[in-house]
């Protein structure tokens, strides 16, 4: 067992990094915004929560420097921190201010608390993105496979131009600067990041309602929901995972020894639109108004991933992290069978 600080228990990938921690045994403390925001938790892991396995801390802001000075101090004292506290969305009115300072202060902050005031953690996991490897600029690049060994490229004046470039730059920046952090401050931990592109999957954590659906999760929602029926969308990247090989793969960072000091790009392969709404017409076929075959858009470049769009290499992934990817099918299946829970 290893006592375990999780950072923004209420997210996406965080709650379902939270179920693998508690299943596997660690002790955690998770940090949430509000006291709300535990207690909606803590209804739904009230058996944790009786043993002492599960408790919480309160970090309202975490672009305040100082943030976690409180939270990463336990007793007993945590052994590793899965930093997961990032945000994704494109709802902002000042990208600095909404997106990139939450990222790269959130990120240095969590680990300059850590190393004055936590000695016993070793082992440290952010949750980073394939946004801080794509290279925007290249388009599909036929004939590049992406790998961990590829950084984006982008610059501080072109994460302003708009909610998206500022998303990139904010998870590129704050993953650059954990690793300028451990390179100079030479911490007695190690890091490791998790890099995942669009990240599907059901949702467990406590969702008001659909409107409030996570960014990555959202079209699969609008899919569902009638939104495609005359045009499906572009895709965007074209390469995907599901959740919960994400969190498995931030839980065996830091299980696994020889995960330490390493990036990770966690995908199961690519993915269309076109695909998705495929699947959600083959399995719930009480849906309406979903798109035909004939529907145009959602598709990739040249129709078929084999050509005019980059490959990736998750090897490393597989190799080191022992992750078995679960199917396009599989999660898109599992995804919509969680939002009819909630309303769909």
Not at 109 to 117: A, F, M, R
Not at 157 to 166: C, D, K, L, S, Y
Not at 170 to 182: G, I, L, N, P, Q
Not at 312 to 340: A, C, H
Request: charged share 20%.
């Amino acid at each position: 067992m290893t006592r375990v600080l999780l950072t923004g228990g209420s997210g996406f990938i965080a709650a379902h990094t939270l179920d693998i921690l508690l299943e596997h045994g660690h002790s955690v403390v998770t940090t949430v915004r509000t006291q709300e925001k535990a207690d909606k938790i803590k209804a739904a892991y009230q058996s944790y929560i009786d043993k002492g396995q599960l408790d919480f801390a309160i970090v309202p802001d975490i672009a305040q420097p100082n943030a976690f000075e409180k939270a990463v101090i336990s007793d007993p004292p945590f052994e590793a921190v899965l930093h997961t506290a990032s945000p994704f969305h494109f709802n902002v009115t000042d990208v600095q201010k909404d997106l990139i300072d939450p990222a790269v202060i959130g990120t240095t902050g969590v680990l300059k608390s850590i190393k004055k005031s936590a000695p016993t953690v070793k082992h440290v996991v952010i949750t980073s993105s394939f946004a801080s490897i794509v290279n925007g600029s290249k388009g599909f690049w036929p004939g590049h496979a992406y790998s961990e060994d590829d950084w984006n490229p982008i610059a501080s004046e072109e994460a302003t131009e708009n909610p998206m470039m500022g998303y990139r730059a904010s998870k590129t920046f704050a993953e650059k600067a954990a690793w300028d952090f451990v390179e100079k401050e030479k911490p007695n931990f190690s890091i490791a990041t998790i890099n995942p592109p669009m990240v599907f999957g059901p949702i467990v954590h406590a969702l008001d309602s659909l409107d409030n659906m996570n960014t990555s999760n959202q079209r699969v929602l609008s899919a569902a929901q009638g939104k495609f029926k005359d045009e499906i969308p572009a895709s965007g990247v074209h390469l995907w995972v599901d959740v919960r090989d994400v969190a498995e793969a931030h839980v065996a960072a830091f299980e696994k020894p020889e995960a330490a000091n390493k990036r990770f790009f966690v995908t199961a392969g690519y993915f269309s639109n076109k695909e998705i709404c495929q699947i959600i017409k083959n399995n719930f076929p009480d849906f309406k108004n979903l798109p035909s075959d004939s529907t145009p858009g959602g598709d990739y470049p040249e129709g078929t991933p084999d050509k005019g769009l980059y490959t990736y290499n998750n090897n490393r992934s597989i190799d080191v992290l022992g992750l078995k990817y679960k199917t396009l099918e599989q999660s898109i299946v599992d995804t919509v069978k969680s939002f009819k829970k909630k309303g769909l």
